[in-house]
């Protein structure tokens, strides 16, 4: 196939190989906890409000911090930032390792790391892998990588689903704590790089909500409202349908993930030959619709049929939006990291205005009515231009 060839002749820098293997290893521990995380703090909690405080409060202090801790990028450089982000993430499943002995205080600790995590990962992570890349096959890159974690993706939520059953989430915690800590190795192999953030913090403040970003803003908050939902309580809701049975979950997780691996690789080769914000509508449509189909959903084989459609919208609107993303983000030449920025406090601010918006509904509706909201936030992704 024509495809498969174009794959092969693709180059990827050294230091792209090994920003994104590190980031693998990153994937697979979180993906190995995440995915069953706001499970087990509804359980441990027993209250979905403080489930939604926990999420909230972290991003809103990430929301906070993100243009403080930009400051350090020049003094730290990227190498650096994103060393000190792997050891908190070390912290931060060691907390839940030790949460069961007294989780009030773990919590704390846990919630402490998880906005430091971010403030100290993602500026670096997203301007260096916005300077590797390849301009005119970024689309085949961010296709590769991406099947690559998926592969990885397929493994995580069945290792997850077979250690809850056998054993606790500490185990878990303990084997997500092994995994990242095998990413230091590879990060400390990256060539040191310095990017220096321009703007104060009044300043910054004053470019988030300048009209001039108004489209891209929106649309960014929208797209971290749909991952609110998608992180938070679409886990939980299949939990309770699936009769909370941790492997049943991890087991169509995993089907689900590798039902889409073929397709997203052939997407990425759509990508390179079509304009990609045409595929970001489309797939904010298949978006949608997959979220208002979520709410019917009853049993395993409808949560694993919706889950494939959704797959499909997913493909094209995350391939197709974070490629976009990534060009726009190298387009903006010495205000790389400025952008992103802004881009990191959007997301963040559109999930805890998603997850303030779906606590209060929960007053009145049941947890369906979160993906009714991620659905009419879909639409707004097209505003990203």
Same mark, same amino acid.
């Given at each position: 196939?024509?495809?498969?060839?174009?794959?092969?002749?693709? !180059?990827?820098?050294?230091?792209?190989? &090994?920003? #994104?293997?590190?980031?693998?290893?990153?994937?697979?521990?979180?993906?190995?906890?995440?995915?069953?995380?706001?499970?087990?703090?509804?359980?441990?909690?027993?209250?979905?409000?403080? %489930?939604?405080?926990?999420?909230?409060?972290?991003?809103?202090?990430?929301?906070?911090?993100?243009?403080?801790?930009?400051?350090?990028?020049?003094?730290?450089?990227?190498?650096?930032?994103?060393?000190?982000?792997?050891?908190? @993430?070390?912290?931060?499943?060691?907390?839940? #390792?030790?949460?069961? /002995?007294?989780?009030?205080? &773990?919590?704390?600790?846990?919630?402490?790391?998880?906005?430091?995590?971010?403030?100290?990962?993602?500026?670096?992570?997203?301007?260096?892998?916005?300077?590797?890349? !390849? +301009?005119?096959?970024?689309? +085949?890159?961010? /296709?590769?990588?991406? *099947?690559?974690?998926?592969?990885?993706?397929?493994? =995580?939520? %069945?290792?997850?689903?077979?250690?809850?059953? $056998?054993?606790?989430?500490?185990?878990?915690?303990?084997?997500?704590?092994?995994?990242?800590?095998?990413?230091?190795?590879?990060?400390?192999?990256?060539?040191?790089?310095?990017?220096?953030?321009?703007?104060? #913090?009044?300043?910054?403040?004053?470019?988030?909500?300048?009209?001039?970003?108004?489209?891209?803003?929106?649309?960014?908050?929208?797209?971290?409202?749909?991952? =609110?939902?998608?992180?938070?309580?679409?886990?939980?809701?299949?939990?309770?349908?699936?009769?909370?049975?941790?492997?049943?979950?991890?087991?169509?997780?995993?089907?689900?993930?590798?039902?889409?691996?073929?397709?997203?690789?052939?997407?990425?080769?759509?990508?390179? $030959?079509? @304009?990609?914000?045409?595929?970001?509508?489309?797939?904010?449509?298949?978006?949608?619709?997959?979220?208002?189909?979520?709410?019917?959903?009853?049993?395993?084989?409808?949560?694993?049929?919706?889950?494939? #459609?959704?797959?499909?919208?997913?493909?094209?609107?995350?391939? *197709?939006?974070?490629?976009?993303?990534?060009?726009?983000?190298?387009?903006?030449?010495? &205000?790389?990291?400025?952008?992103?920025?802004? @881009?990191?406090?959007?997301?963040?601010?559109?999930?805890?205005?998603?997850?303030?918006?779906?606590?209060?509904?929960?007053?009145?509706?049941?947890?369906?009515?979160?993906?009714?909201?991620?659905?009419?936030?879909?639409?707004?992704?097209?505003?990203?231009?």
């Amino acid at each position: 196939m024509s495809w498969v060839n174009d794959y092969r002749k693709i !180059d990827f820098p050294r230091d792209l190989i &090994y920003l #994104y293997s590190g980031k693998l290893f990153l994937d697979f521990g979180n993906n190995i906890l995440n995915l069953f995380l706001p499970i087990f703090l509804y359980q441990q909690l027993q209250d979905i409000f403080l %489930v939604i405080l926990y999420f909230a409060l972290g991003s809103l202090l990430y929301f906070l911090t993100l243009p403080l801790t930009a400051r350090t990028l020049g003094p730290l450089g990227i190498k650096r930032s994103l060393i000190i982000a792997v050891v908190l @993430r070390i912290v931060y499943f060691w907390a839940f #390792y030790k949460f069961t /002995s007294d989780p009030w205080i &773990y919590i704390i600790v846990a919630l402490i790391t998880s906005f430091l995590i971010k403030d100290f990962f993602w500026l670096p992570f997203h301007v260096e892998s916005a300077e590797l890349m !390849d +301009k005119k096959n970024r689309g +085949k890159q961010m /296709s590769m990588i991406f *099947s690559l974690a998926s592969l990885l993706g397929i493994i =995580a939520p %069945v290792v997850a689903g077979f250690i809850l059953e $056998k054993w606790s989430f500490a185990i878990l915690a303990l084997l997500a704590m092994v995994l990242v800590a095998m990413s230091l190795i590879i990060f400390v192999r990256l060539k040191p790089n310095k990017e220096e953030f321009c703007w104060g #913090y009044k300043e910054t403040l004053k470019y988030f909500f300048h009209p001039f970003n108004r489209r891209m803003v929106t649309a960014y908050m929208s797209d971290g409202i749909i991952g =609110a939902v998608n992180g938070i309580f679409w886990p939980i809701f299949i939990f309770m349908v699936l009769d909370e049975e941790y492997r049943a979950v991890g087991l169509i997780t995993g089907g689900i993930i590798l039902a889409g691996i073929i397709l997203r690789l052939i997407m990425g080769e759509l990508l390179d $030959k079509f @304009r990609k914000k045409k595929l970001v509508r489309i797939g904010t449509v298949l978006n949608s619709t997959a979220w208002l189909i979520k709410t019917t959903v009853v049993s395993a084989f409808e949560i694993f049929a919706v889950s494939i #459609y959704h797959m499909l919208g997913l493909i094209v609107l995350r391939t *197709s939006l974070d490629t976009l993303v990534y060009e726009k983000t190298a387009d903006r030449g010495h &205000y790389v990291d400025e952008y992103t920025v802004i @881009r990191e406090m959007a997301l963040h601010g559109g999930k805890i205005a998603g997850l303030l918006v779906v606590a209060l509904l929960l007053l009145f509706f049941p947890l369906q009515i979160s993906f009714i909201i991620a659905a009419f936030a879909s639409l707004f992704i097209n505003l990203l231009r």
